[in-house]
């Protein structure tokens, strides 16, 4: 799980090309089970300022493991994520 506070002057354009590049992720990297992503929309006004998610569901760890340092990956997050975000929060857990 991914919480993202995106840079107040993050355009709608470039919040749109982030959603396509990360979901295109599962295309790319083994071991996704299932991946979404978009703009919060909760209305408890609990966000803290993080107004995007992303949740990943691996097979398993070692799955996870190899989605970080994926090229792919990596290039989405340069590429899309790193112009337009501020600050982040990753937590992982199995459930």
């Known amino acids: 799980m991914v919480l993202l506070k995106l840079k107040p002057d993050a ?6 090309a982030l959603t396509t590049a990360l ?8 071991g ?3 991946i979404t ?3 919060n929309s909760s209305p408890e006004g609990q966000d803290k300022g993080y107004d995007y998610g992303l949740l990943v ?3 398993d760890a070692a799955a996870r493991d190899a989605y970080l340092i994926h090229p792919y ?5 340069g590429e899309y994520a790193v ?6 929060i990753i937590v992982d857990f199995e459930h």
């Open 73 to 77: 990956h990596q290039s989405v997050v």
């Open 11 to 16: 355009t709608q354009e470039q919040i749109e």
């Open 32 to 34: 996704i089970v299932e």
């Open 57 to 59: 569901r691996f097979t």
């Open 83 to 88: 112009p337009i975000l501020e600050d982040l």
């Open 23 to 30: 979901l295109s992720i599962a295309d790319e990297v083994p």
């Open 37 to 39: 992503a978009g703009v």
